[in-house]
């Protein structure tokens, strides 16, 4: 089974991700982790110094090769959905799971983080809601499922997560399901 999650940054796809793979028994993969792997330095780094349409053909090649034949967890970037190309690819090869927040919860959660390169502006409220406004379609257009992260916490989040895949028909690979 081939999970993946997409959201905007911060929305805690990476958090979710991790225990919602613990809980399928299912390897992770954080895609922006195995972009820096690829890269040999930060995204940030690279971002300042290739570009961002350089740092996305990087990660539609790197979101390629995860959606070839991988049995597991995936966080994407938040950017990742930019691309038709792996809008098709998260769709087709798997299950997409929207972790929609809004702009001011992405806000508390990320007002003093300094990582991510797309918010090191001078007005991040602003920009989040930018991202959101132009992101928010394609992240809808991507998922099987869309969950609002609001203020459940992340062992709510999975349970919700466990149970719309049951309910999908993917209870059979579920190792913790009741038996009949």
């Not at 053909?57 to 938040?78: F, H, R």
């Not at 691309?83 to 927040?101: A, C, D, F, P, W």
């Not at 920009?127 to 406004?133: K, P, T, V």
Request: proline content about 4%; aromatic content about 6%; hydrophobic content about 35%.
């Amino acid at each position: 089974m081939l999970l993946s999650l997409v959201g905007l940054p911060g929305s805690g796809k990476t958090t979710v991700g991790r225990q919602l793979a613990r809980r399928l028994r299912l390897r992770f993969v954080d895609s922006d982790q195995a972009i820096e792997s690829r890269l040999g330095c930060s995204i940030r780094e690279f971002f300042e110094r290739e570009g961002e349409p350089r740092f996305r053909d990087i990660e539609a090649e790197v979101i390629e090769t995860l959606m070839q034949d991988c049995d597991c967890v995936v966080s994407t970037g938040g950017g990742a959905v930019l691309r038709e190309e792996n809008r098709r690819h998260l769709r087709q090869r798997g299950r997409v799971i929207y972790l929609k927040s809004t702009p001011e919860e992405l806000f508390r959660r990320l007002r003093h983080d300094t990582n991510r390169p797309l918010l090191q502006v001078s007005d991040p409220m602003s920009r989040l809601r930018e991202l959101f406004e132009y992101r928010d379609p394609l992240y809808s257009e991507v998922a099987h499922f869309i969950l609002e992260t609001g203020r459940p916490s992340v062992a709510s989040l999975v349970n919700m997560i466990v149970m719309q895949l049951e309910l999908d028909g993917h209870n059979e690979t579920s190792p913790y399901r009741e038996k009949a």
